[in-house]
């Protein structure tokens, strides 16, 4: 056996320096910490008050009592039974169908204008965010005044011209049309901003080779804007799809008593869990409905995921 041989055998194994493992370990572990900060506040402010009620769902449980008896889904089944949950989801139905079909629209058409040269765009830009930075008070308060059944400015607007009052406040489509009208004027310029973010990606050589080739200004709008916007537009449809199904602010800011009319025109789910938990202190039954508006707004996003994607299919299979 040779000199060399023996030095091979009687080598001791290599060890792994403490600084290399720590290194192998950083590239492992390092990925999971960065993102460890929003699964650890998803889970306290999301998760966590996601599953207790669920809990409260299924007990009895006031205010001043708090935890009672179990009672299983006695209270999704009373809830279920009341008018006043299915007046209630009516309604959250109607409003955000009047108010996030036009609000999209708008700004889509607003974004649209804002896209081109214009003279002091940056004041433009800004001064459509600046309902969305109003408070909620504040809109109700002039909104009050503008659909104000007696005295408003657009009952007057109307009187002048021969057309009866409208009451604003007691007829069901009329004051689901002002609610609308106030969330549209908070939200139509916030999402008008988005849509001109995505806007500002497209390639700026597509619409000179469609101009070029005699597009007109409306025919690059809906064959070049709309089919490379569609990615943020679904995020505005989604979003505007949540927020639409859990309008709180306006519902109950429209008149002084908070309660959604006295023949709950504009009663809300949303209005409906809050006048049964802070009004009735039955926090059970609050949540529960707080839990079928959670299924609702589930039903929603799956519908419009499987629009989504099949939007998303037919826009591949035309490139």
Not at 68 to 83: H, R, S, T, W
Not at 129 to 149: C, E, R
Not at 231 to 250: K, S
Not at 284 to 310: C, E, H, K
Request: proline share 4%; net charge positive; aromatic share 14%.
């Amino acid at each position: 056996m040779t000199t060399s041989a023996l030095r091979n055998e009687t080598r001791s194994p290599r060890r792994i320096a403490f600084g290399h493992t720590l290194s192998r370990w950083d590239i492992k572990v390092s990925p999971y910490l960065y993102i460890s900060p929003f699964f650890i506040v998803f889970a306290v402010v999301g998760l966590f008050p996601l599953l207790y009620t669920a809990w409260v769902s299924l007990h009895k449980w006031d205010l001043i009592g708090g935890q009672g008896k179990f009672v299983g889904l006695d209270n999704f089944a009373f809830v279920l039974g009341q008018q006043e949950f299915w007046i209630a989801l009516r309604n959250t139905i109607g409003i955000f169908l009047l108010s996030a079909v036009p609000q999209i629209c708008f700004a889509l058409l607003i974004a649209a204008v804002l896209d081109n040269n214009l003279r002091g765009r940056t004041f433009w830009r800004m001064s459509v965010l600046v309902p969305y930075i109003v408070m909620p008070v504040a809109v109700a308060l002039i909104f009050g005044q503008l659909f104000a059944d007696r005295y408003g400015l657009i009952n007057n607007l109307l009187g002048h011209i021969g057309i009866p009052p409208i009451g604003w406040h007691t007829n069901t489509w009329a004051s689901q049309i002002a609610i609308a009208t106030m969330v549209n004027f908070r939200w139509t310029g916030y999402n008008a901003l988005i849509l001109l973010a995505g806007m500002q990606a497209i390639p700026r050589d597509l619409y000179e080779s469609a101009a070029i080739d005699g597009a007109g200004r409306i025919r690059r709008f809906f064959s070049i804007t709309i089919p490379q916007l569609r990615p943020t537009l679904i995020f505005v449809i989604i979003t505007a799809t949540i927020g639409g199904l859990q309008i709180f602010d306006e519902p109950r800011l429209f008149d002084a008593t908070g309660t959604g009319g006295a023949d709950h025109q504009w009663l809300t789910l949303t209005l409906y869990l809050y006048n049964l938990g802070w009004g009735q202190l039955d926090f059970g039954r609050a949540s529960a409905v707080a839990w079928l508006l959670f299924m609702v707004i589930i039903i929603f996003g799956i519908v419009n995921f499987l629009v989504t994607r099949r939007i998303s299919n037919n826009g591949g299979g035309e490139r």
